[in-house]
């Protein structure tokens, strides 16, 4: 049975979310509890699944309890569930909380969060892996890009259409900012794939905030040569999006499923930044074992407990992204266990991960039965010229 424990310092409130999950009490245990410290002592003595925590609180706010939770108990996840909209308040607890849900929060949406954050232990059963994704404050991008983003938020003109481009062009900024817009950290939920019309509702001014608070937009610049191995996890996550993009082109008319075509290619390495953040030296190790997807990914599961495509996944649900990107991260080696019988966003970054590693399209790691399965086996050919014209375009740019 999963666990939640809810900390408001409001009796009234908590009574009221008593009521409006009254009807879960079967499926859920739930504890109800007034403070910080009470929270912190009901963890030591007993697991919970979830922490559902108010932001302003006597004491120990909202923030700083997240923080003493992420620390002491890293698996847990961690929600904000606050009226507080103070923007100095939001940015303390965009490290610590997972997602923010916005006082009042209707029935829906706080039983559908607490459900999705169910789901999160039922796909990811390893502790360590758990902690590793759910350790993560912020995730490391390109020293050029905050500069190119810092640069574009101060122009006179036309500052957030070239911000946004930046945003979209970095797979770290990008996850960030779609967190903040789809968890509510500043405002409704707005459920979106596209980075750069994530930064457009932010705005300049948060943008500019974000930007300038240390370890809360970006986490701190790596060492050498950790900093070489994001450039190159960084590089082939923009290839993947622009093949990703020009296969879903070719394939369909459906928006949507471009959109998460490119941005699902985007972000499904984002499992690597967290690798390569989070523990280095056995990154390293990875890059030693050679360039065979199949290796790697095994060697991740073995000293990690789950290899990047189930890590990225994991963090992508941790902060709320949409569905649809989280099952591209976490297919996009292994297609054939999704349900598909026709062509889908997750066979665009499939394709276009492989063969952008090997873009003659042979002795590539295409799942051909999958392809077969889907009718799209014999479509190949004409996706590995698409990649093979962005690599070329790519070069002359």
Same mark, same amino acid.
């Given at each position: ?118 789901? /999160? ?17 912020? /995730? ?61 509702? /932010? ?121 649809? /990107? ?72």
């Amino acid at each position: 049975m999963q666990r939640f424990l809810f900390v408001d310092d409001e009796p009234k409130l908590l009574n009221g979310l008593r009521r409006m999950l009254h009807s879960l009490r079967s499926e859920w245990a739930m504890e109800f509890v007034e403070s910080g410290p009470e929270a912190l002592q009901c963890l030591a003595e007993r697991r919970f699944d979830v922490v559902v925590s108010d932001m302003r609180m006597p004491g120990m706010d909202g923030s700083e309890l997240l923080r003493n939770v992420r620390e002491r108990f890293p698996t847990t996840v961690r929600l904000i569930l606050s009226g507080q909209c103070d923007r100095r308040a939001v940015l303390k607890a965009i490290g610590p909380a997972h997602q923010f849900l916005t006082k009042p929060c209707n029935s829906e949406t706080l039983k559908g969060a607490l459900s999705r954050a169910c789901r /999160l232990g039922n796909c990811m059963s390893d502790p360590e892996a758990q902690e590793l994704a759910s350790r993560v404050e912020a /995730l490391p991008s390109l020293p050029e890009s905050l500069g190119s983003l810092t640069a574009a938020l101060e122009a006179a003109e036309g500052c957030m259409d070239q911000a946004g481009r930046v945003v979209a062009g970095d797979p770290g900024m990008a996850a960030r900012v779609l967190q903040l817009v789809n968890s509510g950290y500043f405002g409704s939920p707005q459920p979106l794939v596209n980075p750069r019309r994530a930064a457009g509702l /932010l705005g300049q001014e948060r943008l500019s905030e974000l930007a300038a608070v240390g370890n809360v937009f970006i986490a701190p610049p790596l060492a050498e040569p950790y900093m070489s191995w994001l450039a190159s996890a960084v590089d082939h996550c923009r290839t993947v999006a622009e093949v990703a993009l020009r296969i879903a082109q070719v394939e369909t008319n459906c928006p949507d499923l471009i959109a998460d075509a490119r941005w699902g290619g985007l972000l499904h390495d984002v499992g690597r930044l967290v690798l390569i953040q989070q523990v280095p030296g056995r990154y390293a190790d990875l890059l030693a074992a050679g360039d065979d997807n199949d290796d790697r990914c095994t060697f991740e599961r073995q000293t990690c407990g789950a290899d990047h495509a189930a890590l990225g996944a994991y963090l992508l649900s941790l902060w709320g992204l949409p569905d649809s /990107l989280v099952r591209i991260a976490a297919m996009h080696h292994t297609p054939a266990i999704s349900e598909d019988c026709g062509f889908t966003a997750l066979t665009a970054v499939h394709a276009a991960n492989a063969l952008c590693r090997q873009p003659s399209g042979r002795h590539c790691k295409l799942d051909n039965a999958y392809l077969e399965r889907i009718g799209k086996a014999d479509r190949v050919s004409v996706w590995a010229e698409l990649c093979r014209s962005a690599a070329w375009e790519g070069a002359t740019a």
